[in-house]
């Protein structure tokens, strides 16, 4: 196959991003929305419902990573997809600290550094993490392209015994593998090289039936093993986790959504915005006075209503940041920002 021979949409991934970014909304608001500390030690309803949603759900950045590595091995490397990729963030950072200043909040030194440096400052660990993956991805292209379909499949599995199964059976966190429990470069280094061996593989010959019974069974492990072992099991490099998020991201990679279908519109629609509801909601200062802890009274809620609340919160964010974003997006259409950055491309 040649790279890029054909430009190819993969609404059925699109749709996974839009899942997923739901998914990073929802734990959020039961990690930093403070409902996982609060259940912590009572072992009653709460505490079950809170977790199996939230270990359900944690697959979805795992599900980012490997979208990366599925679509991006075919992609070309443009510096103008980066510097637009910058801006975006940038913008997100300036805008919404000098939002924060105009109603008053006390902001100090920090706060300025990080909306006008917000990738070297950590303003989002994710886009940190990202960015310094892409200053490997030509080499990570080469080496990928470079190997059979038998030596990537061993390098995969050599990945997953080293890095994923055997630090978390002996539930010992290898500081020397830069792992950061999955918050960092290396980890979303080793999404893209399995999201890139996956593209090799026939995925729609797995049952749909199969793939749920490994993404229940493999959530179910990864309770009972950040119970019974240790913390480790529920990290993004655990061997459950990892499973799960597998399960889930070949579901969607093997559905056939073709371009009749009626979800495409609001795919097309959503899609495109989903990242940018990331950088809305987990903006470090709408963190700090917005998200952290203000979730808790949730909890007061009835058994059978918390999940049904929760879905609905996360709705709510989800759509209000995605409208937000749409504007971001049409005003910077209107400035052809992209066409003004594509000079960039010449450089490489």
């Known amino acids: 196959m040649l790279k890029n021979e054909k430009k190819t949409y993969f609404y059925n991934l699109d749709l996974l991003r839009i899942v997923s970014m739901f998914?990073?909304?929802?734990?959020?608001?039961?990690?930093?929305?403070?409902?996982?500390?609060?259940?912590?030690?009572?072992?009653?309803?709460?505490?079950?419902?809170?977790?199996?949603?939230?270990?359900?759900?944690?697959?979805?950045?795992?599900?980012?990573?490997?979208?990366?590595?599925?679509?991006?091995?075919?992609?070309?490397?443009?510096?103008?997809?980066?510097?637009?990729?910058?801006?975006?963030?940038?913008?997100?950072?300036?805008?919404?600290?000098?939002?924060?200043?105009?109603?008053?909040?006390?902001?100090?030194?920090?706060?300025?550094?990080?909306a006008f440096f917000p990738v070297v400052t950590s303003q989002y660990w994710y886009v940190t993490a990202y960015f310094g993956l892409l200053v490997f991805k030509p080499l990570l292209d080469k080496g990928l392209y470079s190997l059979s379909d038998k030596q990537l499949g061993q390098l995969a599995v050599a990945i997953f015994l080293i890095f994923s199964l055997v630090p978390a059976l002996f539930n010992n966190k290898v500081l020397e593998y830069s792992l950061s429990k999955g918050f960092g470069m290396t980890w979303l280094i080793i999404l893209y090289i399995w999201g890139g061996y996956l593209r090799r593989l026939k995925l729609e010959k797995i049952k749909t039936g199969f793939l749920l019974l490994i993404y229940f069974v493999s959530s179910l492990i990864t309770f009972l093993g950040m119970n019974e072992i240790g913390k480790i099991w529920f990290w993004y490099p655990s061997p459950s986790l990892v499973l799960s998020s597998l399960a889930i991201f070949i579901l969607f990679a093997k559905w056939k959504l073709s371009s009749q279908s009626k979800l495409i519109p609001l795919v097309i629609y959503l899609a495109p915005a989903s990242f940018g509801v990331y950088l809305i909601h987990l903006h470090p200062l709408i963190e700090k006075y917005l998200l952290v802890d203000r979730f808790i009274t949730l909890l007061h809620l009835e058994e059978w209503l918390l999940p049904l609340a929760l879905f609905f919160l996360s709705f709510i964010i989800y759509l209000v940041s995605s409208i937000l974003e749409k504007m971001r997006l049409s005003l910077f259409r209107k400035l052809k920002l992209r066409d003004k950055l594509s000079f960039l491309d010449n450089y490489l």
Do not use: P
Not at 49 to 73: D, E, R, T
């Open 23 to 114: 998914m990073i909304v929802l734990t959020h608001i039961l990690g930093k929305g403070g409902l996982r500390d609060a259940v912590e030690g009572r072992e009653d309803t709460y505490f079950f419902i809170v977790w199996f949603m939230q270990i359900l759900a944690y697959v979805a950045v795992n599900c980012y990573g490997l979208i990366s590595g599925y679509i991006g091995v075919d992609s070309d490397y443009k510096l103008s997809k980066i510097a637009s990729l910058w801006l975006q963030v940038f913008f997100y950072t300036l805008v919404i600290t000098g939002c924060f200043a105009l109603f008053g909040y006390q902001l100090d030194a920090q706060d300025w550094l990080g």
